[in-house]
């Protein structure tokens, strides 16, 4: 039972243009959710994170909308960087204390044309 | 380089072979996990460690034995795998567990089974 999704495993865009991933959960007990990027041959780096309480975080170029309701999330970068073009992850967690653990998606590689 | 280390990069084995995945961090993290990526499959978390004591076992099959000698070292002994086995073992650590923001991965050993 995988409880967070990324449905789309590739997805292309032009440089300069907004690219949006997506993510769905199940675990409604979920509370805190993060993404992060792979570069070929790296392990993943943290990018942004969003909690529950809130609906949106923005960080520089990456944004990410949090509709809990649907349980979707969604992670906007724009404009869009070649630089950019990497596998990003969706993560989730009931909390971000002590004794909580991560579930990852399967990840969505992007890939930003010049 | 992120701060951890994992060696070697790759690693190709028979299924009757014994070998060890390194892992080494020098950031003063606390917390070090295992975690494995099959192919288009999300990262699955095997084994936390929390200054040098096993607190997750994530039902992992007794061919994969990991060891944390000390808290900038983890290792994980392998032993009888399968082809199915095969694929990307990630390392990572943190100042304490349940801080996901502040994961540090390193790059992977890629194994292949044969």
């Known amino acids: 039972d995988q409880q967070v999704k990324q449905n789309s495993p590739s997805l292309s865009v032009q440089e300069g243009r907004i690219s949006i991933l997506n993510c769905d959960y199940t675990?409604?007990?979920?509370?805190?959710f993060l993404w992060y990027k792979k570069y070929p041959a790296e392990g993943p780096t943290f990018l942004i994170s969003?909690?529950?309480?809130?609906d949106k975080n923005e960080d520089g170029r990456f944004t990410v909308f949090l509709n809990k309701s649907a349980k979707h999330l969604s992670l906007h970068i724009v404009p869009s960087q070649p630089g950019d073009s990497a596998v990003y992850f969706c993560?989730?967690?009931?909390?971000?204390?002590?004794?909580?653990?991560?579930?990852f998606g399967e990840g969505t590689q992007l890939t930003v044309n010049p | 380089e992120t701060g951890v280390t994992q060696t070697p990069r790759h690693l190709v084995m028979g299924m009757t072979n014994k070998k060890s995945l390194k892992c080494e961090q020098h950031?003063?993290?606390?917390?070090m996990y295992w975690y494995k990526q099959s192919a288009k499959k999300p990262l699955e978390l095997m084994f936390v460690?929390?200054?040098?004591?096993?607190?997750e076992n994530n039902s992992v099959p007794s061919r994969f034995s990991p060891e944390c000698p000390n808290s900038s070292h983890l290792f994980l002994h392998l032993h009888t795998l399968q082809p199915e086995d095969s694929a990307l073992y990630l390392c990572?650590?943190?100042?304490?567990?349940?801080?996901?923001?502040?994961?540090?991965f390193g790059s992977g050993t890629r194994l292949t089974v044969v």
């Open positions: 460690y929390s200054l040098e004591e096993r607190v």
């Open positions: 990572a650590s943190s100042p304490q567990t349940g801080i996901f923001s502040s994961y540090t």
């Open positions: 950031l003063g993290h606390n917390a």
């Open positions: 675990n409604s007990m979920f509370d805190y």
């Open positions: 993560a989730a967690s009931e909390k971000e204390t002590s004794g909580s653990r991560l579930t």
């Open positions: 969003i909690s529950s309480i809130k």
